[in-house]
């Protein structure tokens, strides 16, 4: 983990607050002192009232939880997102390719996301022939929503390079030709191409505005998913150490590589994140022991053979090394469960804690294996939020049954499974307060998790599966001070209306980031409001 502490040596006493500590020997507190960066002291107003503070802050009552964790963020991704063409509200192909025509002006390669083919008119992609209606010679880059397939216009796969014969390069049967779409291999491939061709300058921007629009969410850490084994030349590790006393949350890297060496290297201890051993439901290639509903004949497909997995964990298990990989499908879950198996009955299970990332749809059999074997669930609640609706996107793709078993929290923690929240930012947006308000009113009751559990989510369990829970997750004494206040209690409030808090207040490290409450008559309803 990568922190930044305050050493100023300057303390700030919060006070008059709804504590939430989520520290079993003390649940509730009114009062906290900081000091260099962590908690000093927890209790009550009364015994706090004497504490010698350089500053004081009067939390009027606000309820004030630890931090939150997203445990699952591709941070360049989403800081980039925040300034390509958002695909959002398209209601049909025109209004994509008129969305790409406005903000194509300035010149250069034009990137689009957010796209979601089934909510245009037209139900469908458009074609790379209609991306090249609106710019010919200029590049045309446009990703689905869960970025697991884009589009392309003839400059973009010119540009590329891209070979007809990769993988994944949808071709039209009556012609032969490249229909502009990508899945699978070539569609990673372009993405991390993509990425290589982006300059530092605007790298380090987007790093930035990921983490502050991460920060305005209450977020205080971020795992980070920085790479891939698709473009190994690139730079982003090195970019983001340059730049992480400019950045308002704390980092934990999960560099996304097969190669054991190189993270040896990089001084890392964990490995992966989303090393893809399936694709994923939206576009069809999350790996299923059953067909897709829409798509008869379709399980999807695993992008890894047994031996190649097995030969990765076998590697970083040898040299202690926290693994972490994307499974949605059971199938794909099922080759990932059989790998493990095979390489930890070897060399023992230990507390690695090594991560299965998004794990939307696992057998009940599954679960118990996965508890079995002490590895931990990166999932994440908003999925349910944006495709978990009657008749929504896991409904069609899957059906009624199978729809309402995916993304099973409650039955992950009856087994024993620990879970960590996150959003999978860019796919859904950094934000910790609809991740719970998700998690809480599940379609399917007996996936529901409790408003505590699904805090915990967001706090405890992000700092568990990182090995962290003895530094952040809990407001304790000792603990980094993370801090985040909100306003409205998550606890005394309506169920289906948790997603309506708004936060009010970020702390990290002793910094004050975000103050949205009146402080001595001034309100400092901005970010970066400085140290204690």
């Given at each position: 983990?990568?922190?930044?502490?305050?050493?100023?040596?300057?303390?700030?006493?919060?006070?008059?607050?709804?504590?939430?500590?989520?520290?079993?020997?003390?649940?509730?507190?009114?009062?906290?002192?900081?000091?260099?960066?962590?908690?000093?002291?927890?209790?009550?107003?009364?015994?706090?009232?004497?504490?010698?503070?350089?500053?004081k802050?009067?939390?009027?009552?606000?309820?004030?939880?630890?931090?939150?964790?997203?445990?699952?963020?591709?941070?360049?991704?989403?800081?980039?997102?925040?300034?390509?063409?958002?695909?959002?509200?398209?209601?049909?192909?025109?209004?994509?390719?008129?969305?790409?025509?406005?903000?194509?002006?300035?010149?250069?390669?034009?990137?689009?996301?957010?796209?979601d083919?089934?909510?245009?008119?037209?139900?469908?992609?458009?074609?790379?022939a209609?991306?090249?209606?609106?710019?010919?010679?200029?590049?045309?880059?446009?990703?689905?929503?869960?970025?697991?397939?884009?589009?392309?216009?003839?400059?973009?796969?010119?540009?590329?390079?891209?070979?007809?014969?990769?993988?994944?390069?949808?071709?039209?049967?009556?012609?032969?030709?490249?229909?502009?779409?990508?899945?699978?291999?070539?569609?990673?491939?372009?993405?991390?191409?993509?990425?290589?061709?982006?300059?530092?300058?605007?790298?380090?921007?987007?790093?930035?505005?990921?983490?502050?629009?991460?920060?305005?969410?209450?977020?205080t850490?971020?795992?980070?998913?920085?790479?891939?084994?698709?473009?190994?030349?690139?730079?982003?590790?090195?970019?983001?150490?340059?730049i992480?006393?400019?950045?308002?949350?704390?980092?934990v890297?999960?560099?996304?590589?097969?190669?054991?060496?190189?993270?040896?290297?990089?001084?890392?201890?964990?490995?992966?994140?989303?090393?893809?051993?399936?694709?994923?439901?939206?576009?069809?290639?999350?790996?299923?022991?059953?067909?897709?509903?829409?798509?008869?004949?379709?399980?999807?497909?695993?992008?890894?053979?047994?031996e190649?997995?097995?030969?990765?964990?076998?590697?970083?298990?040898?040299?202690n090394?926290?693994?972490?990989?994307?499974?949605?499908?059971?199938?794909?879950?099922?080759?990932?469960?059989?790998?493990?198996?095979?390489?930890?009955?070897?060399?023992?299970?230990?507390?690695?804690?090594?991560?299965?990332?998004h794990?939307?749809?696992?057998?009940?059999?599954?679960f118990?294996?996965?508890?079995?074997?002490?590895?931990?669930?990166?999932?994440?609640?908003?999925?349910?939020?944006?495709?978990?609706?009657?008749?929504?996107?896991?409904?069609?793709?899957?059906?009624?049954?199978?729809?309402?078993?995916?993304?099973?929290?409650?039955?992950?923690?009856?087994?024993?499974?620990?879970?960590?929240?996150?959003?999978?930012?860019?796919?859904?947006?950094?934000?910790p307060?609809?991740?719970?308000?998700?998690?809480?009113?599940?379609?399917?009751?007996?996936?529901?998790?409790?408003?505590?559990?699904?805090?915990?989510?967001f706090?405890?369990?992000?700092?568990?599966?990182?090995?962290?829970?003895?530094?952040?997750?809990?407001?304790?004494?000792?603990?980094?001070?993370?801090?985040?206040?909100?306003?409205?209690?998550?606890?005394?409030?309506?169920?289906?209306?948790?997603?309506?808090?708004?936060?009010?207040?970020?702390?990290?490290?002793?910094?004050?980031?975000?103050?949205?409450?009146p402080?001595?008559?001034?309100?400092?309803?901005?970010?970066?409001?400085g140290?204690?």
């Amino acid at each position: 983990m990568v922190e930044k502490t305050d050493s100023t040596g300057k303390s700030l006493l919060l006070w008059n607050g709804q504590i939430h500590t989520l520290d079993e020997a003390k649940p509730l507190a009114e009062a906290v002192l900081i000091e260099s960066g962590r908690f000093r002291r927890v209790g009550s107003n009364d015994e706090l009232s004497s504490a010698d503070a350089s500053r004081k802050l009067d939390l009027q009552g606000v309820a004030v939880f630890p931090g939150f964790i997203d445990s699952h963020v591709h941070l360049l991704s989403y800081g980039l997102s925040l300034r390509e063409v958002d695909l959002t509200s398209a209601s049909s192909i025109n209004d994509v390719l008129d969305m790409i025509r406005n903000a194509g002006e300035k010149g250069g390669v034009v990137r689009a996301s957010l796209l979601d083919p089934e909510s245009l008119r037209e139900g469908r992609y458009p074609t790379g022939a209609e991306l090249d209606s609106v710019f010919k010679e200029r590049a045309v880059f446009v990703k689905r929503r869960d970025e697991h397939s884009s589009v392309l216009n003839s400059a973009a796969f010119k540009l590329l390079g891209l070979s007809g014969e990769m993988t994944g390069i949808e071709v039209d049967p009556s012609t032969g030709e490249p229909t502009g779409v990508l899945r699978q291999r070539a569609n990673q491939v372009a993405l991390e191409r993509f990425h290589g061709m982006i300059d530092e300058g605007e790298m380090k921007d987007a790093y930035i505005e990921g983490c502050w629009n991460a920060a305005e969410k209450g977020v205080t850490t971020v795992h980070c998913l920085i790479g891939a084994d698709e473009s190994p030349e690139r730079k982003d590790w090195e970019i983001l150490k340059g730049i992480l006393d400019e950045l308002p949350v704390r980092i934990v890297p999960y560099f996304q590589t097969r190669d054991v060496d190189k993270i040896l290297g990089m001084g890392l201890d964990r490995i992966g994140g989303c090393i893809l051993v399936d694709g994923s439901i939206g576009s069809r290639t999350a790996a299923f022991s059953e067909d897709y509903c829409d798509d008869p004949g379709n399980k999807g497909c695993l992008y890894l053979g047994d031996e190649e997995l097995t030969s990765f964990f076998e590697l970083s298990e040898k040299v202690n090394l926290q693994i972490a990989v994307h499974a949605i499908g059971d199938r794909a879950v099922e080759q990932v469960i059989n790998c493990y198996e095979k390489v930890l009955a070897k060399s023992g299970v230990k507390d690695q804690r090594h991560r299965i990332e998004h794990a939307e749809y696992v057998r009940e059999e599954q679960f118990e294996r996965i508890a079995r074997l002490n590895i931990c669930l990166g999932m994440q609640p908003a999925f349910e939020g944006f495709w978990g609706q009657t008749e929504g996107m896991y409904e069609r793709r899957l059906g009624k049954d199978r729809a309402r078993r995916l993304n099973s929290f409650n039955t992950a923690l009856k087994h024993g499974v620990r879970i960590a929240g996150g959003s999978d930012a860019p796919i859904t947006p950094v934000d910790p307060i609809y991740g719970i308000h998700c998690a809480v009113n599940h379609p399917s009751e007996e996936s529901r998790l409790s408003v505590e559990r699904a805090i915990k989510m967001f706090t405890e369990g992000g700092a568990y599966i990182a090995h962290k829970e003895s530094e952040i997750g809990v407001i304790k004494q000792g603990y980094l001070s993370d801090v985040v206040g909100l306003s409205a209690d998550p606890f005394s409030f309506k169920p289906d209306k948790i997603e309506d808090i708004q936060v009010v207040l970020v702390i990290q490290n002793g910094k004050v980031l975000i103050n949205k409450l009146p402080v001595s008559g001034q309100a400092e309803a901005r970010r970066g409001a400085g140290y204690a």
